[in-house]
C-alpha cells in the first residue's frame, strides 16, 4: 500500500505493541520509517547550574548556563571539554571527582503513525537534539520552527521539508496519528521520537487556560490542607476570626505587608479549627477586585457590626502596625503571638504540604487569594516577557539599600539575554522615565496604566498612609498579577510587594521547569 506524499521504499513496518495503565492494557499499532539512527551522542547535565564558557577554560567568559537534567549536544574536545554544537560555548565534563555531565547514546527514529510511546520512545521536547535527530535522519533542515496551539504534535515533528517544535503543553502525548485525524488532515506531518527522555526547560509563559488549570491544583492542595486542620469547637462557644479590612485598606497601609500578616493568621488560626467571618457587605468589595474568599461564614452587615463590636482582640497575635483600627477579632480563640511563631516555624506550616503534610508554606494560600484575579488578568504580553520591579521612597525606612534598575538589567541581560519584553512596576516616575535608555531600543517596555508614580518613589509623608482610591487599587493588583504571571522575574524580597508576586509567581509556574540563573 501506497501512503500519500511518499514512495512506496520509505515506508517503515508495522508494529503492535501492549501498553499497560493500572490494571489496565491496551494493543497499540504504530508505523516507523525505515532508517532509525542508532548510537547518537548526547549529554545529560548532573549540576544544579552548569556554566557555558566563551572558551575551555575556567577563566573565560560566561555565556550561558545548563541546568540540572537538561540535555545537550557537543562533542568532547580541549581535554575535560565539551564543545556546543548548535550554539556557541564550551562546558566543563567534571571537576575533580564530581561528574557535571553523563554521556549517552540515543537511537532517533520518525514515526508514520502513532506515538512515541507506542515504540517505547520518548518525543523530542529539546530543541537543539531535534536538530540532531532531523540532520541524522537525512533531513536537510536548517532552522527550527516552533508552534503552540492546539491539535498538533508534542515535541519534535517533520511537516514537508520544515523542522518544527511544538510548545503547547495541551498536545502532551499527541503524535502522528492526532495530526492524520486533526482538520488539517495532513499526511506530511510525522513525529520524531528518542529511546532518551528530555525535561523541558523554558521561559514557561502561561496562557490562561494553563492558569486556570494550575489555580485548580493549588484550590484541590488547599482543600486537603484544611481537612487535616483541626474542627472547629461545638456549639455554643465556636472559635470565630472576625476580619474587617478592605481592599482599600490593605493599599493603604501597606498591600504586601497585610498580605503577610493576614495569611500567617489565617494558616494559624485555620489549624487550630478557627472559623473566619466576614460581613456581606466585605463580600461585595473582595469580589468587585476579583480577590478569592477565605472565609467561611458571611454574616448580615448589622450582625457583623454588634458581632465585631463585642469581640476581644486576637490575643497578642501581630497586628499592631494596622492600629488603629483594629483589623481583626476573635471570638472564643486560643490565640497567642508565641504560638503562631511556633505553627510558622512547625512542619505543619512550613512542610511538605497534601498529603503528607498540611499547608506549604504561604504558597498556597497566597495564590488561593489571587486566584480570580490571576485568571481574569491579561499579561502584559501575550508571550515570555520579564518582569522588573524596583521599589523606591519611602521603603528606605526599611532597608537602606535599594534595588536599582540599572542592576535589574544588568541581571536580565546576563542570564535572560534573549528576552525583550518587559513589563516594569515601579513607584518611581523616573524609573519608568529611563527604562527606554536603560534597557536600549530593541527592548519593548510596558507598565500598568493610570498608576500614581512620585519622583523619586513613594514620598515618605505616606509611609503606611498610601494612596488608595479606586485607581491606586487596580494598579497595585494588576502590578501584582503582572509580576506573579512572569515567566522571569526580578526584583528584591525585602520589598513585601514583590515577595507577595514572588510566592504565587513560584507556585504558580511550579510545575514547570524554568531557566535558572
Known sequence: MKESGFQNETIGLSSASLIKRGNRSKMVVFRMRRGIKPSNSEWEVLSSILHVRTQPSTSSKLCGFKQKGQIILGYQAAGNWVKLRFEVGWVLMSKGKVHLLRHRLVTYSQLLDGRCAYAANFPIIEGKACLAASIALGHRVQRLRSFKGKDQLEGCYIQGSELWMGLDGRN??????????????????????????????????????????????????????????????????????????????????????????????????????????????FVQDWATWKLGPFWALTLPNDQFHARYAAASVCGDVFTSFWCPPQPVKCENAPLSGDGETTFLRSPAYNGPGPPTGVFKGGYDIYTQTFGPRLQAYRTPFNETYAAIHIRHGDKIHETPKLLQLESAVSILKQYWPHVKKVFLASDDAQVISDAKKVLGNNYTIKTTADEKRWIGGTPEVNFNEHVHDDDAVNAVLDDISGLASAPVLIGATHSNFFYTAFIMNINLHAKLLRRKP
Open 172 to 281: 502532551r502525548g499527541y503524535g502522528t496519528l492526532r495530526a492524520l485525524n486533526s482538520s488539517e488532515q495532513n499526511s506530511s506531518i510525522e513525529q520524531l521520537c528518542s529511546n532518551g527522555r528530555y525535561v523541558t526547560i523554558a521561559d514557561a509563559y502561561m496562557n490562561q487556560q494553563e492558569v486556570t488549570v494550575r489555580l485548580k491544583q493549588v484550590e484541590q492542595s488547599l482543600s486537603e490542607g484544611r481537612s487535616k486542620c483541626r474542627v472547629s469547637s461545638p456549639q455554643p462557644n465556636p472559635c470565630v476570626v472576625l476580619w474587617q479590612i478592605h481592599a482599600r485598606d490593605w493599599v493603604r497601609k501597606g498591600f504586601g505587608a497585610t498580605m503577610g500578616m493576614f495569611q500567617n493568621l489565617r494558616a494559624y488560626s485555620t489549624y487550630i479549627g478557627c472559623t473566619w467571618a466576614v460581613s456581606e457587605e
